[in-house]
């Protein structure tokens, strides 16, 4: 007993000191990168009449590259020092270091500046090794162990991939331009693994998972969806900059598309730390249906706006003869903020008819029973309502109704 105490003793000041020398080295990572980030505002090849739009990109998507860095050394700091003795938010900690280190930015604009040389140094530790310990987190969320035992093996196959890049690449560029077979090939692998990892996460769910651990889990699906669906919209221009013929000039809307990557990737660390932290505070179930209602109503609203300005601009062409019109503009502005407030409850409804099908009906049954309170004077059909809806809203084992006598009724008046 005195041996594994003086043990997990030992083990634990080890890991504080490994987090400590972790999270200082990012700091100096942090401020020294900042003339890196001087540097780059300061090459940015201007685009005459598009020059201001491209500075204020540049700057904003300086300020959350580095807020980005500072949130996740915040967070990382914050799990550390709150739950030091918890298996996940320890890995998460050390986690969200190496993210706002490799990720964030940082390392791209400190080697860059201080070893030019040893520029493609960024390039392995992103494409090589980041993906191992974020497939791990995969596996482990959200209470820190391998669930099925098996999955462990998952990551000795992502290690093998990890290590034949580094035994073949000798340009780490190609893990970023993906224009090699072995770049391709190593990616169909490693997307085939975190498919299964996502396989496991929703057996996990719907098998194991404690209550708490599906609304921990919730905060990640909604906070990877949000950042994945910015990301994804950010990875078109990405991709076309990225595969420019050498010395072809850079488009000035690339500085606009980093800002949603830098947006994107600030969602992630927040939503794994709420789940770790603050799970219970809010009713996850309520962000997502919200998240889901405004967003698909948005986005509905949008195509019905530009193609309400479209078609009409034809009628009114055909009529008047004229280009564009400006009534048309103002009519499709009306229109939108007139059919908001009928759109957003229709898709409200649809939602959870589709998804939250329990407490829907839940709602219509309560709603049913306030009619028949309001109507109904006969007793005993009025208790038999009630517990019915008690049956059908809180499903307990049983329900029975007290009722006071009529004797002890008259005799407190």
Known sequence: ??????????????????????????????????????????????????????????????????????????????????????????????????????????????????APAAGDLVLFWQGILFPLPTLALFLIFPNGHFVPRWTRWMLVACGGI???????????????????SAAQFGYVLIGALFLAALGVQIYRYFRLNTPLERQQTKWVILGFAVSYGLLAIVSIPYTIVQNLPPGAPVPWWDALGGLGWWLGLIIQPTAFTIAILRARLWDIDIIIRRTLTYGLVTALLLVVFFGSVIVLQQVFAGLTGSGQNEIVTVFSTLAIAALFVPVRNWMQNAIDRRFNRKKYDAQKVLADFANTVRDETDLEKLTARLMQVVGETMEPKSVSVWLRGEKRRQGEK
């Not at 090849?45 to 598009?50: D, I, N």
């Not at 035994?167 to 560029?173: K, P, Q, Y």
Request: aromatic residues 16%; charged residues 15%; hydrophobic residues 55%.
């Open 162 to 180: 990890m290590l034949y890049w580094a035994l073949t690449l000798t340009d780490w560029s190609v893990l970023i331009r993906i224009n090699t």
């Open 1 to 114: 007993m005195v041996e594994n105490a003086r043990r997990k003793t030992a083990a634990h000041r080890l890991v504080r000191a490994l987090w400590w020398l972790a999270f200082i080295f990012t700091v100096v990572i942090l401020v020294g990168s900042l003339p890196g980030y001087w540097a780059q505002i300061h090459r940015v090849e201007l685009v005459a009449g598009f020059s201001e739009v491209q500075l204020a990109a540049q700057w904003t998507g300086v300020m959350l590259s580095i807020g980005c860095a500072v949130l996740c050394l915040g967070l990382a700091a914050l799990l550390f020092f709150r739950k030091p003795d918890d298996r996940m938010a320890l890995y998460l900690s050390f986690y969200l270091i190496l993210y706002g280190n490799l990720l964030a930015g940082p390392l791209e604009h400190f080697v860059p500046y201080w």
